[in-house]
């Protein structure tokens, strides 16, 4: 893992957005072993293509036609989990839309401040998951349950309902940290962006937050947070590495509320459940 991402490499596009969508599609295209975990992990430090129309070249979205929120409901019903990383605090004021595209696969937002983390969210991440696959039959026999009698999934209900069984069965699983804190759970406008289909509906309801970073630091005006950017840059992470870098683990735990509901997330997805 680490020789791999040894060799890349970040290079410019002639504008600020990126090519996510492109990048979203590439996972469909990979062959997986059958019973294997499946993990995506997307870096990022710039938003999708058509999401602001502010230094976009392609307002529209991407220029061959993919569309992320498509092709991530695509990732989920082939059980493929999103990580999405985000390079703060260049992404921060995008950061619901990148939790939001997560969450619909089950997956989590991941946010670093510096590059030497990277191995560790890496690896931590695919444990918790891996943790959490073993135990996905126990998840999909409670919602296949309701299903077939035909009820409407409470998302609520239903993650309360596993975690209890998970947990009076002693049921434990890996769970990724960020300085001994359980990570953030998607906000309510993070699922409010997961429930639309396309870009242009997100694109119509997204509001750029504040650059404020997932610890709570400074915001930016405006006028400085969309400056139109000539070309995209490398990721533009906390310089001061050695005094600011978060540190990251993996704990072993019963099964909390938020990763119930993300196995809930990822058993309706995988049976194309609507709701």
Known sequence: MKSWLDGCSAQGGGDCPEAVADALHDMLKLSWRENATKICVLISDAPPHGLSPNGDGFPNGCPVGLDPMDIVRELAAKGITLYSVGCEPAINQYKEFFTAI??????????????KALTQVIIGGAQEEISLERWMAEVDEEVQREIAVGNQINDDEMTRRVQAKMNSKGIRGK?????????EAASASSKQLAGFTNMADVRSNFKETSVLDSRGGAAFPASVRMAPMAMAAPPVMETRETTNMDSWNTVESSISYDQASRMVQKSKSRQNYMS
């Not at 997560?102 to 590059?115: D, K, M, V």
């Open 102 to 115: 997560a969450y619909l696969t089950g997956g989590q937002y991941i946010p670093l401040r510096g590059a």
């Open 175 to 183: 769970k990724l940290q960020r300085n001994n804190l359980d990570l």
